[in-house]
């Protein structure tokens, strides 16, 4: 179940129809590739400028998990600056003023994350020390002497906010917060914070909290189903500005004046703005809009608005976006469909970005892999469905291949075209890939997004119904060999496929998905007390709903499964608890069908090990390869795994 939006930008690229499918693509791979070949690509995350502006720093798994490093802006070799042997540890920022960084981890992925400094020295501190606290960095002063910390040591179900001295880490509380609001924005003289607060998975309300005066002020009276989402406040400390769909079906950016309550339209697209932002001395204000399923970068002008004319960038997904405070350069990471990350700087007014890391793994041909295409069909009812498709080059009618659903997490995440060495993998030996989107995905508008509320377990599920029949009308797949895969909400729609459309998938992967909504909905971490009626009122109410969420559960239907499964789980996991792969393994071993189950004692929701990674993967083809590619043609070369 994922909890926040990803921020990724890119350059919006084609879109095809079902009918475009139908032409054979050139004939490659020249290789297949084993797993271990794939994941010896180096995955980056989180970009953000030294205090000298000389280099970046960014978190890497180059080690096999992750550590922060550092390369220099001018182009050279990486330098690890932690080394992490157990817990992985990302980048949080560096300081502003010296070689000081921070980063944070938590213990074998069960997301108690704490927030430590690491000196020029080497010398390291936690700043949130606590057994079963969570804490999250949130912002930096204007100046850079002071940073802005949330943790919910005082009680589990809230974050409160603190004002930490850069230098003697001595705090002060600014908020106190016991309903669960969340950070948005923070005025640069400090004197206001900007707070969301979830009303339900999509609507939501804004609120200002006055610091001096102790008053939080409800920004946002409407009517109906409307986000909104505080971004930031402009320098000059008139306007916060804000994302909302108050009134629309995408969202926009509009920005609301402290002085008269005055609230107008800033940027408006056909598709939903994702972020937007100044930089340090607001010379710059950027955004992104998600323009089916890959999204577009904006910069303009902080103070009038004019459109900020940038090079043509790399073709692929953006992510980590950062300005220097100096605001002469611009960090990002960029991926493509057929290459990983790497990390790039440009500088403002130059003709192109530079590169300054290379992640692809040397052993694999980035042209054996494939390009996602966009393609829609319509389902069940006439709603058209996005996805993201990738064909194998050796599937053409002749040679008819076998598929797979892939269902993203969520509920109301999105599939977007960007680099995965697990799909690359699985396509290089053959597996057509249908990445669906189905009803209740972001990225698609309001109507769209609350088209599964209360529907679990249905109208989601019948989508991928759809959305196999789909891939039946495709003269490259092979309409008898199509199986499900999908991980946290995505894995829930797995085991639902199996229990209530037993006879539609060849078989199913499910990665640490939900099997009984009640105990998910009753364990949800405590953390998470900010979304806990949201879940209810888009999943159900495990006291008012019990019948219900029993209805919708697939372990209570587990008897009705008879087709193969698999379960992959990490043991700590603090979203969807081990019970739920434990009961859903044992209950469909009593029907005599072949289920095998993979469990990772130091991982969470998700695996960020790599050597994990390697075992699911191979374990996941392996069992994909033997019911799926089997299942109704001879097997061909195994190839590497």
Same mark, same amino acid.
């Given at each position: 179940?994922?909890r926040?939006?990803?921020v990724?930008v890119?350059v919006?690229?084609?879109?095809l129809?079902?009918s475009?499918l139908a032409?054979?693509p050139?004939q490659?791979?020249?290789?297949?590739?084993?797993?271990?070949?794939?994941?010896?690509?180096?995955?980056i995350?989180?970009?953000?400028?030294?205090?000298?502006?000389?280099t970046l720093l960014?978190s890497?798994?180059r080690?096999g998990?992750y550590?922060?490093?550092?390369v220099?802006v001018?182009?050279?070799?990486?330098?690890?600056?932690?080394?992490a042997?157990?817990?992985?540890t990302f980048?949080? &920022?560096? %300081?502003?003023?010296d /070689?000081r960084? =921070?980063?944070?981890?938590?213990?074998? #992925?069960? *997301?108690?994350?704490h927030l430590?400094?690491?000196?020029?020295?080497?010398?390291?501190r936690?700043l949130?020390?606590?057994?079963?606290?969570k804490?999250?960095?949130?912002?930096?002063?204007?100046?850079g002497?002071g940073?802005?910390?949330?943790?919910?040591e005082?009680?589990?179900?809230?974050?409160?906010?603190?004002?930490?001295?850069a230098s003697?880490?001595g705090?002060?509380?600014?908020?106190?917060?016991?309903?669960?609001?969340?950070l948005?924005?923070i005025s640069?003289?400090?004197k206001?914070?900007a707070?969301?607060?979830t009303?339900?998975?999509?609507d939501?309300?804004?609120?200002l909290?006055?610091?001096?005066?102790?008053?939080?002020?409800?920004?946002s009276?409407?009517?109906g189903?409307?986000q909104?989402d505080? &971004?930031a %406040?402009?320098?000059? /400390?008139r306007? =916060?500005y804000?994302?909302?769909?108050d #009134?629309? *079906?995408?969202?926009?950016?509009?920005?609301?004046?402290?002085?008269?309550?005055?609230?107008?339209?800033?940027?408006?697209?056909?598709?939903d703005v994702?972020?937007?932002f100044?930089?340090?001395?607001g010379?710059y204000?950027l955004?992104a809009?998600?323009?089916?399923?890959?999204s577009?970068?904006?910069?303009?002008d902080?103070?009038?608005g004019?459109?900020v004319a940038?090079?043509?960038?790399?073709?692929?997904?953006i992510?980590?976006?950062?300005?220097?405070r100096?605001?002469?350069?611009?960090?990002?990471e960029?991926?493509?469909d057929?290459?990983p990350n790497?990390l790039?700087?440009?500088?403002?007014?130059?003709?192109?970005?530079?590169?300054?890391?290379?992640?692809?793994?040397k052993d694999?041909?980035?042209?054996?892999?494939?390009?996602?295409?966009?393609?829609?069909f319509p389902s069940?009812?006439g709603m058209?469905?996005?996805?993201?498709?990738?064909?194998?080059?050796?599937?053409?009618?002749?040679?008819k291949a076998?598929?797979?659903?892939?269902v993203?997490g969520?509920?109301?995440g999105q599939?977007r075209?960007?680099y995965?060495?697990?799909?690359?993998y699985?396509?290089?030996h053959?597996?057509?890939?249908l990445?669906?989107?189905?009803?209740?995905s972001s990225?698609y508008?309001?109507t769209?997004?609350?088209a599964?509320?209360?529907k679990?377990?249905?109208?989601?599920l019948?989508?991928?119904?759809a959305a196999?029949?789909y891939l039946q009308?495709?003269p490259?797949?092979?309409?008898?060999?199509?199986a499900?895969v999908?991980?946290?909400?995505?894995?829930?729609m797995v085991?639902?496929?199996?229990?209530?459309?037993?006879?539609v998938f060849?078989?199913?992967v499910?990665?640490f998905?939900?099997?009984?909504?009640i105990?998910?909905l009753?364990?949800?971490?405590?953390w998470?007390?900010?979304?806990r009626?949201a879940l209810?009122?888009?999943?159900g109410?495990p006291?008012?709903?019990?019948?219900?969420?029993r209805e919708t559960s697939?372990?209570?239907?587990?008897d009705?499964?008879?087709?193969?499964?698999?379960?992959?789980?990490?043991?700590n996991?603090?979203?969807?608890?081990?019970?739920?792969?434990?009961?859903?393994v044992?209950a469909?071993?009593?029907?005599?069908?072949?289920v095998?189950?993979?469990?990772?004692?130091?991982?969470?929701h998700?695996f960020s090990?790599?050597?994990?990674q390697?075992?699911?993967?191979r374990?996941?083809?392996?069992?994909?390869?033997?019911?799926?590619?089997?299942?109704a043609?001879?097997?061909?070369?195994?190839?590497g795994?």
């Amino acid at each position: 179940m994922k909890r926040s939006r990803a921020v990724l930008v890119s350059v919006l690229g084609s879109t095809l129809i079902a009918s475009a499918l139908a032409a054979v693509p050139p004939q490659r791979p020249s290789k297949q590739y084993t797993i271990e070949q794939f994941l010896e690509t180096i995955t980056i995350s989180g970009a953000s400028f030294a205090s000298d502006e000389k280099t970046l720093l960014f978190s890497s798994n180059r080690t096999g998990i992750y550590n922060v490093n550092s390369v220099p802006v001018a182009g050279g070799s990486a330098t690890a600056l932690t080394d992490a042997t157990r817990d992985s540890t990302f980048l949080v &920022s560096a %300081f502003p003023h010296d /070689g000081r960084f =921070l980063y944070t981890h938590d213990e074998g #992925g069960n *997301e108690r994350n704490h927030l430590y400094v690491k000196t020029a020295e080497g010398a390291e501190r936690d700043l949130t020390p606590g057994e079963k606290l969570k804490a999250e960095f949130l912002d930096w002063t204007h100046s850079g002497d002071g940073l802005y910390v949330q943790t919910n040591e005082r009680d589990e179900r809230y974050f409160d906010v603190y004002l930490y001295d850069a230098s003697t880490f001595g705090r002060r509380l600014v908020f106190r917060d016991d309903l669960g609001y969340h950070l948005g924005a923070i005025s640069d003289d400090g004197k206001w914070l900007a707070f969301q607060k979830t009303n339900s998975t999509s609507d939501s309300d804004m609120f200002l909290w006055n610091v001096a005066q102790r008053e939080l002020k409800l920004l946002s009276k409407h009517a109906g189903i409307a986000q909104y989402d505080p &971004s930031a %406040f402009d320098p000059s /400390g008139r306007w =916060l500005y804000y994302l909302t769909n108050d #009134g629309s *079906e995408f969202i926009r950016v509009a920005r609301y004046e402290l002085a008269t309550g005055k609230t107008e339209d800033v940027e408006k697209a056909d598709w939903d703005v994702e972020w937007t932002f100044f930089s340090d001395g607001g010379k710059y204000r950027l955004s992104a809009v998600n323009a089916d399923g890959r999204s577009v970068l904006y910069v303009f002008d902080g103070r009038t608005g004019a459109p900020v004319a940038l090079p043509p960038f790399p073709a692929g997904e953006i992510s980590s976006v950062r300005v220097s405070r100096s605001e002469t350069r611009l960090a990002f990471e960029l991926d493509g469909d057929r290459g990983p990350n790497n990390l790039y700087v440009y500088e403002f007014g130059a003709k192109a970005p530079v590169r300054l890391t290379d992640t692809m793994s040397k052993d694999v041909d980035p042209e054996d892999l494939v390009e996602g295409r966009v393609v829609r069909f319509p389902s069940f009812d006439g709603m058209e469905i996005p996805n993201i498709f990738y064909q194998p080059y050796q599937a053409t009618p002749s040679s008819k291949a076998p598929a797979l659903v892939w269902v993203h997490g969520g509920p109301g995440g999105q599939t977007r075209r960007q680099y995965s060495a697990p799909i690359q993998y699985l396509v290089n030996h053959g597996y057509v890939i249908l990445g669906i989107n189905n009803r209740g995905s972001s990225g698609y508008g309001k109507t769209f997004n609350t088209a599964d509320d209360h529907k679990h377990g249905r109208e989601p599920l019948w989508d991928c119904v759809a959305a196999k029949k789909y891939l039946q009308t495709l003269p490259e797949v092979d309409p008898n060999r199509i199986a499900i895969v999908g991980g946290s909400y995505g894995g829930y729609m797995v085991l639902a496929a199996l229990a209530f459309q037993p006879d539609v998938f060849t078989a199913g992967v499910d990665l640490f998905g939900i099997s009984n909504w009640i105990r998910t909905l009753e364990s949800i971490p405590k953390w998470w007390e900010g979304e806990r009626l949201a879940l209810y009122k888009e999943i159900g109410d495990p006291e008012k709903d019990r019948d219900f969420l029993r209805e919708t559960s697939p372990l209570f239907h587990a008897d009705a499964i008879r087709k193969p499964l698999m379960v992959v789980q990490g043991a700590n996991d603090p979203r969807v608890i081990k019970s739920e792969s434990d009961d859903i393994v044992a209950a469909v071993k009593k029907n005599g069908v072949p289920v095998e189950y993979v469990v990772f004692p130091d991982e969470g929701h998700g695996f960020s090990k790599k050597a994990n990674q390697i075992v699911a993967w191979r374990s996941i083809r392996e069992f994909l390869d033997k019911y799926v590619a089997s299942a109704a043609a001879p097997a061909k070369a195994a190839g590497g795994r």
